[in-house]
């Protein structure tokens, strides 16, 4: 009886640590966006900027029809969270396309940033990403504390967001 609880509080957790990185491999610390100016920005860059504070990430593109749809439940989190930094992420095919979502579809205040290389970069294969949307929380510690959420009105989210 003692060895089965013994496997089971392992395999628990396991597969608890499997779900979220604890800190970010270099290579996806290293991965490059473009700000709205069109300049180079890492991650490591953009979490730099928000260090000590809370950040939700989205990986969104302007043709994702769960991401426009789930706009209005990150404009709630948001609105709930106002010392938490939204950053989005977006990996439309073309910088205009993204420019043009921005203003269409995601007017939401925030940071928003292009991911050239979209889900085939270090940024998406590094993190298990394997479409969008995808969100993810960062604590103040700049350590994921919730990561492979698709859906924005997943009640994980909020909790994240309210640690």
């Known amino acids: 009886m003692k060895?089965?609880?013994y496997l089971f509080a392992f395999v628990l957790f396991v597969s608890c640590n499997s779900e979220k990185p604890l800190a970010f491999p270099q290579e996806v610390l290293n991965e490059k966006f473009l700000t709205l100016n069109e300049e180079s920005i890492t991650f490591k860059e953009i979490l730099a900027k928000h260090k000590g504070?809370?950040?939700m990430f989205e990986l969104c593109a302007s043709w994702c029809a769960e991401c426009i749809s789930g706009i209005p439940a990150i404009k709630k989190l948001?609105?709930?969270?106002?010392?938490?930094?939204?950053v989005f992420l977006s990996i439309d095919k073309t910088i205009p396309q993204w420019k043009k979502g921005i203003e269409r579809f995601f007017n939401i205040?925030?940071?928003h940033y292009f991911l050239p290389a979209a889900l085939k970069g270090v940024y998406a294969k590094g993190l298990g990403i394997k479409d969008v949307p995808s969100y993810m929380v960062v604590n103040e510690k700049g350590i994921t504390s919730l990561a492979h959420v698709a859906e924005s009105?997943?009640?994980?989210l909020t909790a994240a967001l309210k640690q």
């Open 153 to 156: 009105i997943d009640p994980r």
């Open 53 to 55: 504070k809370k950040i």
């Open 3 to 5: 060895k089965t609880i």
């Open 109 to 111: 205040e925030g940071e």
């Open 78 to 86: 948001k609105a709930e969270n106002p010392d938490v930094v939204f």
